[in-house]
């Protein structure tokens, strides 16, 4: 009879191995939250200047586009960072490659290949470089590394490439540990 914690032991043994490799991938974004509210009231005051001015002039509506105009720009801006919360985490040990995905939703998709049948593949383009990187294994491929741009992949796939050789070594004998 099984108690079900077979899955809890393997996952504690294998948090207790080494990483030879570990990444977290984000999306970019040049612009943090004092950046956001510095061009937020940049606009608002330029919007409301040049309401106020069609105002006086007898233009009443152009000030309510003004302030649409804001506020479509602040919700555009708001999605952006929303978006910005999506992850990619990727460890290598000597068992196993593990490919975690968080969307921006919260949404979790994992998978979990071995290291010694894993195969990693790319797209290059001669003017762009590397477009997009996979993960093959056993009849199964998935993109990674969507984030990063094509000299970022690169070095993420000369690292990567680097990590799966040295779990296909296998563990080393450290006798002082």
């Known amino acids: 009879m099984s108690t079900g914690n077979e899955i809890e032991r393997e996952r ?3 948090e207790d191995e080494p990483q030879i490799f570990s990444a977290l991938l984000t999306p970019h974004r040049s612009l943090n939250r004092t950046g956001f509210l510095a061009v937020m009231l940049f606009l608002s005051v330029v919007s409301f200047a040049t309401g106020l001015a069609f105002l006086l002039k007898g233009a009443w509506p152009v000030l309510g586009f ?5 506020l479509v720009i602040w919700w555009a801006f708001r999605a952006n960072f929303r978006t ?10 000597t068992s196993e490659l593990r ?8 949404q979790v998709a994992e998978w979990t290949f071995n290291p010694l049948w894993v195969r990693l ?9 590397i477009e997009h990187l996979y993960l093959i294994s056993r009849g199964h491929q998935i993109q990674v590394a969507r984030f990063l ?18 779990a296909r070594r296998g563990p080393t004998y450290n006798p002082l540990r």
């Open 12 to 14: 504690s043994e294998s």
């Open 66 to 70: 003004f302030s649409l105009d804001v």
């Open 84 to 93: 910005a919360r999506a992850r990619e985490e990727i460890t290598v040990t």
């Open 99 to 106: 490919v975690r995905r968080i969307s921006h939703r919260g």
């Open 121 to 129: 593949d790319m797209e290059v383009d001669e003017d762009f470089g």
């Open 149 to 166: 741009g094509p000299e970022e992949k690169a070095s993420f796939y000369k690292g990567l490439v680097e990590a799966l050789n040295a």
